[in-house]
């Protein structure tokens, strides 16, 4: 009996200890394209630099982006992790809910070549960064 209460302890115990993962990326540029009045997807604009803190915090399923204006999402759907494009890439997308209650996408894609970028989708606005790991 003191063995199975000493076991419950210690997996209660590891449980407590294990902690969320949190992932840091720095942006370097951003592009963004629109919809017109009829919905229709405009190009892609021109890259501009850009120095922007991003954090994932996979516990409480929230990612920050910290542009001038901070934006926040709460995730509540995480689809399968990454799954193969037509361009040779890997995407991963998260159904999320920004801070005003509006509903986006935001998908983490690797190219082929190990670039990778971070995508904001919303129904008539899209924007995208160029990201890497933060040390």
């Not at 009996?1 to 302890?9: D, T």
């Given at each position: ?9 210690l997996l209660v115990c ?53 542009s001038a204006t901070p ?21 991963w997308s998260l159904k ?40």
């Open positions: 009996m003191k063995k199975i209460i000493f076991v419950l302890l590891s449980v407590m200890v294990s902690h969320a993962e949190v992932y840091k990326y720095k942006t370097s540029s951003i592009a963004l394209r629109t919809t017109d009045n009829y919905g229709n997807w405009g190009e892609w604009s021109d890259w501009e630099d850009c120095n922007v803190l991003v954090v994932w915090n996979t516990e409480k399923s929230v990612i920050n982006i910290y934006q926040e999402f709460d995730v509540y759907e995480a689809g399968d992790k990454f799954k193969s494009d037509a361009s040779g890439g890997k995407t999320c809910v920004d801070a005003d209650g509006v509903r986006c996408t935001i998908r983490l894609r690797v190219q082929s070549d190990g670039q990778s970028q971070l995508y904001v989708d919303y129904s008539n606005i899209s924007y995208v960064y160029t990201i890497e790991p933060r040390n």
